[in-house]
């Protein structure tokens, strides 16, 4: 088993320009969630999914977008980057949102 | 507004000793309280958790302790050892299935 994968892993973006960073998991949940990490901010929610075909706004979900189109796989979105979203983000899988979470290895987005 | 307080923001113990780290909530509703452990370029992996029925739960060196009516819950490491050096976050979830949110992290350093 994989367990959850990120791709990319690392990104430079120029301000304006868009992008998708995408998970898959491979454990069969039904809960995936974006979150992004910047320092002394600790992990924030942007958006997550309750199954496929459902997303559902986090606390910081402004500026981007997300797809649940098939139960293994969330799509994240920055339709047009700003400096702002520099940060790590990070994907996550559950069973249920009260049990482990399981994170991806995180992808590092400079925009510059 | 922020969910869960988590301090101190750094911690440095020397090899053998405790490591203490605290996290207080305000929202009664809470009721699943998990630790995550998170090493530098990877991901947060769930470490310990706990629920409200209990007041403290060990695993190995690692302990939670619990405390309803203050609305506290801490991570207690035993033993510390400098493969313990990683940032920590606490983290707490509602009744109703919502989403964790996070304590903005201890960056803990054990040193021999």
């Known amino acids: 088993n994989a367990g959850v994968t990120q791709t990319p892993k690392f990104r430079v973006l120029k301000t304006g320009q868009s992008m998708t960073l995408l998970c898959a998991q491979d454990?069969?949940?039904?809960?995936m969630y974006w979150y992004r990490q910047d320092p002394g901010m600790g992990l924030r929610l942007i958006h997550y999914s309750v199954g496929e075909g459902t997303t559902a706004k986090g606390e910081v979900p402004d500026g981007y977008n997300v797809s649940r189109l098939k139960k293994q796989n969330f799509l994240l979105g920055l339709e047009s980057a700003a400096p702002s979203q520099t940060s790590v983000y990070f994907c996550?899988?559950?069973?249920?949102?009260?049990?482990?979470?399981?994170f991806g290895p995180g992808t590092r987005l400079t925009v510059l | 507004q922020q969910q869960v307080k988590q301090s101190p923001q750094s911690l440095i113990v020397q090899k053998g000793g405790i490591s203490i780290i605290n996290c207080a909530y305000e929202?009664?509703?809470?009721?699943?309280f998990p630790w995550y452990q998170q090493f530098p370029g990877k991901g947060p992996a769930l470490l310990i958790a706990?629920?409200?029925?209990?007041s403290e739960k060990k695993e190995g060196r690692f302990t939670i302790s619990f405390n309803k009516s203050a609305k506290q819950f801490s991570l207690h490491i035993m033993d510390s050892q400098p493969g313990d050096s990683a940032t920590y976050f606490c983290?707490?979830?509602?009744?109703?299935?919502?989403?964790?949110?996070f304590g903005k992290g201890t960056r803990l350093s054990v040193i021999a």
């Open positions: 983290a707490a979830s509602m009744i109703g299935n919502t989403p964790l949110v």
């Open positions: 454990m069969n949940h039904e809960y």
């Open positions: 929202n009664t509703a809470f009721d699943y």
């Open positions: 996550a899988s559950s069973y249920s949102m009260d049990i482990a979470m399981f």
């Open positions: 706990i629920r409200p029925d209990v």
